[in-house]
């Protein structure tokens, strides 16, 4: 299966700033998604990336808030934006390979104080 | 709310005994699929089962669907103490390519 990589594996961060995630495939793929994971909980689905245009968001996410890049098809960036201590999570972006198969990278555990 | 329902939400076995976890969802699917999360980290793909097949098999893993229950069972045989994470289930249906997830069984192998 496809490797990914994701930057940074973690970080802590102040209220009101901003934390870019990079993910990084090393093959092309069509579908990319970005999920967060609260302190115990499952896994939502953010948004969907797509290639050379706007993302779609999930409800109860937006692009203000969560704005996405996916300028080709081994790379996209999620910007965690004007963070609160709730956004604290571990951040994962996934990939799809064979039909519907997806795969995770290692994810970003972000921690707002 | 999210689409699957896992149970249960936490098991202890020793070690060499078989853990099977279930899973519930609420609409019709295309396909449902088994992940694996040690200790908040990425998710590891076990196996995906199609709407249309019954039984799975991988190595240690045997996953069921029964579609007109809305249901899958996980079962980890001769589980050892490095299974120990918790295991999701996730859906996919009609035209979406995104997947929903259930809550989580947190599996510990005692050794």
């Known amino acids: 299966s496809a490797v990914i990589s994701q930057k940074p594996s973690r970080d802590i961060c102040q209220r009101g700033t901003s934390l870019t995630i990079q993910c990084q495939v090393d093959s092309q793929v069509t579908m990319m998604f970005w999920y967060r994971q609260q302190p115990g909980q499952s896994l939502t689905l953010i948004a969907t990336?797509?290639?050379?245009?706007?993302?779609?968001?999930e409800s109860g996410f937006v692009i203000d808030k969560f704005p996405i890049s996916r300028p080709n098809l081994t790379f996209s960036t999620l910007t965690v934006s004007n963070m609160s201590p709730e956004d604290s999570s571990i951040y994962l972006c996934?990939?799809?390979?064979?039909?519907?198969?997806?795969?995770f990278g290692p994810g970003t555990r972000l921690t707002v104080t | 709310s999210q689409q699957g329902e896992e149970d249960p939400q936490a098991l202890s076995i020793q070690e060499g005994e078989n853990a099977t976890m279930n899973c519930s969802y609420k609409?019709?699917?295309?396909?449902l699929q088994w992940y694996r999360q040690n200790s908040g980290r990425g998710l590891v793909h076990l196996i995906l089962i199609r709407s249309n097949e019954r039984e799975k098999h991988s190595g240690r893993l045997r996953v069921t669907l029964d579609t007109s229950k809305k249901s899958s069972s996980l079962l980890i045989t001769a589980s050892r103490a490095a299974d120990t994470a918790s295991y999701f289930c996730?859906?996919?249906?009609?035209?979406?390519?995104?997947?929903?997830f259930g809550s989580g069984t947190q599996l510990t192998v005692l050794p």
């Open positions: 609409t019709s699917i295309n396909n």
């Open positions: 996934s990939v799809e390979e064979r039909a519907y198969e997806q795969y």
């Open positions: 996730a859906t996919d249906w009609g035209s979406a390519r995104q997947l929903t």
């Open positions: 990336a797509n290639q050379g245009s706007e993302a779609t968001y």
